[in-house]
């Protein structure tokens, strides 16, 4: 999310419309996808690895739903929605969302599918947000032919 303010800020600064689009959509597609994991906590609420295995954790966490990761929601969604216009930092914080995922794994906090779960929740959200934002903009520019 610093990563999205920060864009956010250089945007205003430089008064660039096409990155403030670009950053607000991320925004609310993060959003959207943190609220669905809320969602799907609900349901199929998973302990964390802690709790029934003998775990030496880093540091302290509280003992709620570990599936799906909302870590490694929030950074692929953002990785995703700027690789769309921005290949190279887009590939770095897809790589970096990647290091979050494992790191996760390996402080405990969370078993390999939470990390899975999280990224393909983050991969299918995204692919249809931008799918239904294609066919939204092709449908105007036939109407206003």
């Known amino acids: 999310m610093a990563i999205l ?8 600064l430089h008064k660039n419309i096409h990155t ?6 991320t925004a609310f597609l993060t959003l959207i996808n943190v609220f669905f994991s809320f969602i799907i906590s609900k349901v199929f609420p998973v302990n964390r690895p802690f709790i029934h295995h003998s ?5 302290y966490h509280r003992h709620s739903s570990s599936f799906p990761s909302d870590h490694s929601i929030v950074t692929l969604t953002i990785a995703l929605g700027i690789l769309k216009y921005n290949k190279i930092l887009g590939i770095i914080l897809i790589l970096l969302s990647a290091a979050v995922g494992f790191s996760r794994i390996y402080v405990g906090h969370h078993y390999p599918l939470d990390v899975i779960g999280g990224c393909i929740l983050s991969l ?12 939204t903009i092709y449908k105007n520019k036939r109407v206003s032919i």
Not at 20 to 25: A, D, F, H, I, S
Not at 55 to 59: I, T
Request: aromatic share 12%; hydrophobic share 60%.
């Open 5 to 12: 303010l920060l864009h956010f800020i250089l945007s205003l």
């Open 55 to 59: 775990v030496h954790l880093l540091y």
């Open 124 to 135: 299918l959200t995204t692919y249809i947000f931008n799918k239904t934002l294609e066919i």
């Open 20 to 25: 403030k689009k670009v950053v607000l959509m």
